[in-house]
T-cell receptor, first 108, second 117 residues
Framework: DAKTTQPNSMESNEEEPVHLPCNHS???????IHWYRQLPSQGPEYVIH???SNVNNRMASLAIAEDRKSSTLILHRATLRDAAVYYC?????????FGSGTKLNVKP | EAGVVQSPRYKIIEKKQPVAFWCNPI?????LYWYLQNLGQGPELLIR????????DSQLPKDRFSAERLKGVDSTLKIQPAELGDSAVYLC???????????????FGPGTRLTVL
């Protein structure tokens, strides 16, 4: 299965942008890049996904490198409610591997 | 719309006892997943159902774990007998199961925290 590599933890100040990196050097042409986050004591929740082009939604933006071997989740203005573990996932039809994720701490 | 419902939220049992977890997915979702999450780690897939068929159970420890999804709606995951190492959070998720599953969004329940003493 294709794997992703993320920093164990990151810290941000409230109301500042946050860039969460993910490396996926073994990505295949059909793998979509998904991001989920998990708030304390909750199940994971969907954030965003993309294939080749950058994507924006109300929660975040996803920047995908041209060679697709890395991507960055961008939170434009971090809030205390964004403190969570963020998972970068490669998804093909039959596989969905979470990895350990990045724990984001947001300081007031 | 109600989300994925799981019960119980917490369960404490002694080793060698049986335990069962229940999941009710979002209405209309064809695909149902059971995950195991150990402390400090990401969820690991145990089994995936498409309607009532288990299409991926390669990571399910079949000597003690079993699952069923009768009528392709709610599902039960059972452990018998439980071992100390089974202490974890058991997550259920569902997705619409659209064609082109690579973009299918999963919706997770809150999980069941199992403690085996």
């Amino acid at each position: 299965d294709a794997k992703t590599t993320q920093p164990n933890s990151m810290e941000s100040n409230e109301e500042e942008p946050v860039h969460l990196p993910c490396n996926h050097s073994t990505i295949s042409g059909t793998d979509y890049i998904h991001w989920y986050r998990q708030l304390p004591s909750q199940g994971p929740e969907y954030v965003i996904h993309g294939l080749t082009s950058n994507v924006n939604n109300r929660m975040a933006s996803l920047a995908i490198a041209e060679d697709r071997k890395s991507s960055t989740l961008i939170l434009h203005r971090a809030t205390l409610r964004d403190a969570a573990v963020y998972y970068c996932i490669l998804r093909d039809v039959n596989k969905f591997y979470f990895g350990s994720g990045t724990k984001l701490n947001v300081k007031p | 719309e109600a989300g994925v419902v799981q019960s119980p939220r917490y369960k404490i049992i002694e080793k060698k006892q049986p335990v069962a977890f229940w999941c009710n997915p979002i209405s209309g979702h064809n695909t149902l997943y059971w995950y195991l999450q150990n402390l400090g780690q990401g969820p690991e897939l145990l089994i995936r159902y498409e309607n009532e068929e288990a299409v991926d159970d390669s990571q399910l420890p079949k000597d003690r774990f079993s699952a069923e999804r009768l009528k392709g709606v709610d599902s039960t995951l059972k452990i018998q007998p439980a071992e100390l190492g089974d202490s974890a959070v058991y997550l259920c998720a569902s997705s619409p199961g659209q064609k082109g599953g690579s973009t299918d969004t999963q919706y997770f329940g809150p999980g069941t925290r199992l403690t085996v003493l």
